[in-house]
């Protein structure tokens, strides 16, 4: 897309105009889309994972829009705010903590991508980062899983068992077929296994239960903020799992902790619609 904007000498022009004052430096006056296009331009001169932070939610959200235009090859992740004020006694909504926590997965694997949240996205602190990899599962199919492991470990990501999923975070057991309503998409996952071994993973709809689509891969993030999971018994010992429970999820990152999420990204944006502020860290 940014081929058919401007042409590559274009392109490389404008690069060599702005990147002395990206060291240090300052943008300003860059109406409508513009800091979306210079992101997009040094993201693709330099792709690496990067933070963009704009002042309010629908700046964030108009310009991870404009960046997955610009960045079609590229991941454009939207990192959502809660709804909720800090000392607020009020659970967050668990479709936004598992976005959040879905986002911070993408980071945490290593993946090359764009990360756009709002400032008041920054202020809520992270959870550590290997709670966060050790309790997102990944399933495919021909994988051999432990079923009653699974269960158990949905409720303790933030997953309710009900007799029907209807909204994201529920979950239904139904002999061999598993549903999970992950918050990862749109429509419910069905997971069904002969014996122990995933036969199939589908796509459904909620309302009428038909099936969408087919898929090899899923994954379901937790949808309940991480701290309120209870990973050890309770003698204080880590709590075992099976081999294959420990197959549905990614290898941890020793060591790796992540205070908050500008912590997690290899350089941070701040892009507003008057200036784009850059930053190393």
């Keep these: 897309m940014l081929d058919r904007l401007l042409s590559r000498t274009a392109q490389e022009g404008l690069l060599r105009q702005i990147q002395p004052a990206i060291r240090g430096g300052v943008l300003t006056s860059l109406p409508g889309s513009s800091p979306s296009l210079i992101a997009a331009l040094l993201f693709k001169h330099q792709p690496k994972q990067t933070l963009i932070v704009a002042p309010k939610l ?15 090859d590229h991941t454009v992740l939207l990192f959502p705010e809660f709804e909720i004020l800090p000392y607020d006694k009020r659970s967050p909504y668990k479709g936004i903590t598992g976005q959040q926590v879905e986002v911070l997965y993408h980071v945490l694997s ?19 980062a290997e709670e966060i990899l050790d309790y ?11 079923y009653e492991d699974i269960v158990g470990r949905l409720g303790e990501m933030g997953y ?3 007799p029907r999923v209807e909204s994201p975070g529920d979950f239904a057991r139904k002999g061999g077929i598993l549903d999970v309503f992950s918050v990862s998409y749109e429509n419910p996952l069905r997971i069904e296994l002969f014996g122990d071994t995933i036969e199939s993973l589908r796509l459904f709809d909620a309302t009428t239960q038909r099936s969408l689509e087919e898929t090899k891969t899923a994954l379901v993030p937790p949808c ?47 892009a507003t619609r008057p200036s784009i502020h850059h930053a190393c860290c």
């Excluded at 629908?58 to 079609?72: G, H, I, K, M």
């Excluded at 997102?136 to 432990?146: A, I, N």
């Excluded at 549905?248 to 701040?270: F, Y």
């Design 224 to 270: 309940s903020p991480l701290h309120s999971f209870c990973p050890r018994t309770t003698c204080g010992a880590p709590r075992k799992r099976s081999p294959r429970a420990r197959a549905a999820t990614n290898p941890n990152v020793p060591g790796c902790r992540i205070p908050s999420t500008s912590a997690c990204t290899s350089r941070a944006w701040s």
């Design 58 to 72: 629908d700046d964030a959200e108009s310009v991870a829009q404009d960046l997955s235009t610009l960045l079609p």
């Design 160 to 162: 309710y068992a009900v």
């Design 136 to 146: 997102t599962l990944h399933f495919r199919v021909g994988q051999d899983v432990d």
């Design 110 to 128: 290593g993946e090359t991508c764009v990360v756009v949240t709002s400032a008041k996205g920054l202020k809520w602190k992270a959870q550590p």
